[in-house]
């Protein structure tokens, strides 16, 4: 048996292709064949390689407009015989090139790690039970199955579709969803016509199936055209295409510099050459050379941080856009709750009666006016009602209990239990026939059983879901009287007023053996209500007080009752005694204009179906803001790729969901999203600190060459020198910005405006005045030194070193954007001293070694010189550290 050799699963009836995989529908593989069959064919991944050959990805780094101003000045300098500084140049682009590849290379493997980290699991049929295992887990012949929401695991020939649609928009480049069925296909068909089979990777949006899986990893389909794919997530953010966008303009100014300084030069008659190398200098020096490592470690550590923070981004340019989110979508239930259901009162027969204990230990009792209840006539059947229309299951693992399925479904067998109901005898004794599953839009479950020999359907759901079906209820003697509808909504609504979730509990007999829609419009009977605790999370009462201090507006947005959504909203903070909540229902009434309006307004928005959020996140943007919108139903994928920034859960999401989000939590927690954004604006003021400390540098660096050309003076720093120096301090020094921890105020101002400069006037004006005290300051030293008759090489040093000096003291004003740098703490970031410490060393050796004096015309200089740069570094720290506290004073 080989998984991949037959290609023509799809011609063949099902039955075949489980004698030829040796395996059965009804039991699935046994565990141990499972496990020999993965250690033959290896685990159901696909290692994706890299779309780029590490070649191609080494040259492009090369692609760079100001990398050729460098190799062009590296030929201009070896064409002169300058070898050293020849050497140095192209030593200094490979290096560069080499830490550009090995940098983005880690980058983007972390980024696939971090995608492949949110496991996928599937439901497969083991030794003849269903359980939940990760898809790596797979092997040929498992019997997978698949409903709306999932990602196809494996290549699978279907057996079982019941309505299924999945869209292969992954393989075939086809969008729409297409249908499948479980019959055998005419042999030639193509891959997008085979509709017995789906392939991995595949999304399914509707329906139900049962797949035999025929191939894993490699073998399939996906993993045949895995190497054509570029698999790997794009290093392109908004922040690095408006670096590249400098870099173009950079390069015309210092092409155009360069000419000016030599056309100055030669028309004074100074020699060609010299006036060539002043050119070289000025490129190499004017250079940001560190500049694009920069960005791409420091968005790389940004997204190491959240990930740690349990956000874990699918697409770099969220990291960006996290900083400047004004708005946040989020679900409530599980989101902004819990998720955490315990039913507290039911109403039978007209009376109410209170259910104690906390969480899902069945301990506690039902009690009517204080006094426990006797379960019997109506309360039982709407207790029965909760046991058999329910997927959920309860068990007690080390003494806690546990649940499996949906927490609201569990709350109701804890709520049985603790009337002394036995679920898994009511379950035997009346099975289920038929269903029709729970769905958001839908808001209700049905199940068709037999009771005493007759088909009823029990139904549970939105209590706007069930009333207009009913026409009757059960009264307190147990026999259907004429239902009073607003006596039933009235109390409903006094349940959901105190943050309950309300479900209503009908029935109907119904004839046949099958369940459809139909058959439950109308004529049931109405048994009762349940209602049940969600208590809000802590966490997120925190965050949306973070939010707001941080400008960031939340708006819930839930499929539940208006009533409990608003009560819920209040306990978080989220509205006011007075706030409305408006429903799906008015929602859909209103024209675009009015709903721009209405959501600027409004922060709670209840019984809302799926696809009206896209609607929502539109009229969001179509107000300026930027949304970052929560999802995890397959229906919330088209709300979740609209929004700025699409958050999926990772825990209780779909894979659609996921697959469609820019970032996915794995705890399901607002709190997380808060802190994404936090994090997001810290990453920002990281790249802002490093661009703006490493600015300076290269200006000041380009004005001392072109200052000494055209003052026809030699010049004070030498090319290599220059390199030296950019790529010294680049490495040691600007690094450590990317390792700053978030500045305390981030969360205290508001969100970024979308499409700002990265650089406003003040911090213009900052790079302007610092690169113009770092050429006074090398320039002044430089002619004091050779006016005391110091050698040229001793004067350089001076030069040089005073650079460095004035980097460091400015290292400290970076640290912080606004405040002093003592407002990060002192040591809160160790790369910073050490860094530094050793900036200070490979001084000392650069102006003490002999070895390095002969490569960089370098020469020891005295304690008297020293004293000269350190006070001119002092002093540059010292004026910046004025300018900033200006700035401030004037609301910056
Ligand atoms: P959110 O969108 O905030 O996560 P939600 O979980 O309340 O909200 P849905 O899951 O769409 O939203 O549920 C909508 C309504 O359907 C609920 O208010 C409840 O009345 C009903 N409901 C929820 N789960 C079930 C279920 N398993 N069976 C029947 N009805 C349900």
Redesign the pocket.
Known sequence: MTASAPSDWHARPHDEAFTELASSADTGLAEGDAAERLARHGPNRIDAKAGRGPLLRLALQFHQPLIYILIVSGAIAAFLGEWADAGVIFGVVVVNALIGFIQEGRAENALAALARSVASDVTVLRDATRRRIDAVELVPGDVVWLAAGDKVPADLRLFDARALQVTEASLTGESTAVAKHANPIAADSVLADRANMAYAGTLVVAGQAGGLVVATGRATETGRIADLLDATETLVTPLTRAMERFSNFLLVVILGLAALGFAVGSLRGEPLLDMLMAAVALAVGAIPEGLPAAITVTLAIGVARMAKRRAIIRRLPAVETLGSTTVICS?????LTENQMTVRALVAGGQHFAVDGDGYAPEGAVTLDGQPAAVAGPLRDLLVIGVLCNDAGLAQKDCAWTITG?P??AALLVAARKAGLDEQQLRADSPRVDEIA?D?AR???ASLHRLDGQPVALV????E?ILPRCSSQLGPDGEPVAIDMDAVDAQARALASDGL???AFARAEVAGERLDESALASGLCLVGLQAMLDPPRQAALRAIQACAAAGVAVK??????AE?ALAIARKLGLAGPTSRAVTGRELAAMDDAALQVTVGEVSVFAR?EPEQKLRLVQALQARGEVVAMTG?GVNDAPALKAADIGVAMGAGGTEVAKDAAAMVLTDDNFATIEAAIEEGRGVYDNLVKFIIWTLPTNFGEGLVILFAVLAGVTLPITPLQILWINMTTAVLLGMALAFEPIQRDVMGRPPRAPGAAILDAVLIRRIVLVGVLLLVASFGLFLRWRGLGASLEEARTVAVNVFVAGEIAYLFNCRNLRGPFWCCGWWSNPWFWGGIGAMVALQALFTYLPAMNRVFASAPIGPMAWLEIGAAALATALVVGMEKRLGRGRGV
């Open positions: 679900d409530k239930t599980g989101t949906d609201t479904e729970f958001s808001q209700y479950m549970k759901g939105a209590l879901a979730r309300v479900l819930m947005i839930t499929g539940d009752h409990t809302v995890d």
